[in-house]
């Protein structure tokens, strides 16, 4: 009987970790567009997605055979978790000087907070699918595998739900705008972007291969996220690490309109694609000062 139950018990941490295992590996689409070791960073976070699932499948049985010593080792997985953390913010602000634009410090902090926030989920994944099949209490493997592919399943998509931010395109309808000269300044849908055209050479550059995007907020209280600095950090990073710079880039607000003009040259001119890039750009912390940002009556007509 002895036998058995350890059998067992292996069989729920296994199921636990490949639950928590398969939950950091859906996630790794954030990793992609926003760390550049891919693939080398994707194999890295699969390692620590298996760790962070083992914590945390241990944990039951542990607690269960009334042996408390399983807490100590999730702190310390939690404090592991943490410099993970610390240490991917050192990364990305080293790179910023090798980037064509900055991401800017409120995108690198939320950066590192999703990416430590992925080996929670794995460990909480892992976690609830030992805690159900330890209440469940199956003998058959089958049944087992079955009830914890089930439940992590399930799991996953309510953390998914609880997770996901809003993005750009949420919040604001992007177009694409029509970009003029006029002596050494450049205008994009007649607003003023900048005034260092002042080459024949950039002048024709910016008119035959430049690329504007015009930001609207779908409501006014969404120019307080729009328009904040760090928020325009990242839908430029995002816009030109994706298709390149030739030369020159602007993230420009017009008080008076209340956009935001995003222009460069790119070496991949396609619009709607950028379009599509800078929608995707998730709206970050920083900027998400007021509560109603995160309502569902995202787009209405009332004023905020």
Known sequence: MENYLEYHELLMILCGIAMGTIARFITLKVDTRQNPSFPSGYFISIIMGIIASALGAVAIPALFAKDFTAVTFLTLAIQHFREIRKTEMDSLQELEKTEYTIRGAAYIDGIAKTFESRYYFSLLTSFLVVLILKIVSLDNIILNILV????????????????????????????????????????????????????????????????????????????????????????????????????????????????????????????????????????????????????????GNQNG
């Open 148 to 299: 914890s592919a089930i439940s992590g399943a399930i799991i996953i998509y309510i953390l998914s739900k609880f997770t996901k931010g809003k993005t750009i395109g949420d919040i604001c309808n992007l177009t694409e705008g029509v970009i003029t000269i006029d002596g050494s300044d450049l205008l994009v849908d007649g607003i003023f972007v900048s005034n260092v055209l002042g080459s024949t050479n950039d002048q024709e550059l910016f008119l035959n291969e430049g690329v504007a995007i015009v930001i609207e907020p779908k409501n006014e209280k969404f120019r307080i996220t729009l328009e904040n600095l760090g928020q325009r950090h990242a839908m430029l990073f995002e816009a030109t690490r994706t298709f390149g710079v030739k030369k020159y880039s602007f993230a420009k607000r017009s008080f008076k309109e209340g956009k935001v003009i995003i222009t460069f040259v790119p070496i991949l001119r396609q619009p709607d694609e950028i379009i599509n890039v800078i929608k995707t750009t998730p709206v970050l912390e920083n900027s998400r000062k007021i509560h109603t940002i995160m309502e569902n009556d995202i787009g």
